[in-house]
Nanobody, 119 residues
Framework: QVQLVESGGGLVQAGGSLRLSCAVS????????MGWFRQAPGKEREFVAA????????YYKGSVKGRFIITRDNAKNTVALQMNSLKPEDTAAYYC????????????WGQGTQVIVSS
């Protein structure tokens, strides 16, 4: 079964950048549509970005458009989220997720990586 492991989180000053990575194992990455989600303490999990199997289509939460970029490298079985111009409200645990379908529920999730943006 597919396994996802996130890395790259940390503490950063507002306006700074971080690059999150998601390593996929157990299955071929190209079989899955991939997404990034985040959850701040006391808040519901929310969608951040998604990318189709081929990488030809990407989707973003409105508040991160122009700041975050999702990419994938199917040959290396990795998905990345480049986060620029970070704001304190971006502070959250970030999760990588996978689904076989183009819509519906994501059924595989990573353990999460913490991102803290200070003022």
């Amino acid at each position: 079964q597919v396994q996802l492991v996130e890395s790259g989180g940390g503490l950063v000053q507002a306006g700074g950048s971080l690059r999150l990575s998601c390593a996929v194992s157990g299955r071929t990455l190209s079989s899955y549509n991939m997404g990034w989600f985040r959850q701040a303490p006391g808040k519901e999990r929310e969608f951040v970005a998604a990318i189709r199997r081929s990488g030809s289509s990407t989707y973003y939460k409105g508040s991160v458009k122009g700041r975050f970029i999702i990419t994938r490298d199917n040959a290396k079985n990795t998905v990345a989220l480049q986060m620029n111009s970070l704001k304190p409200e971006d502070t959250a645990a970030y999760y990588c997720a996978a689904r076989e379908s183009d819509t519906g529920e994501y059924h595989y999730w990573g353990q999460g990586t913490q991102v803290i943006v200070s003022s």
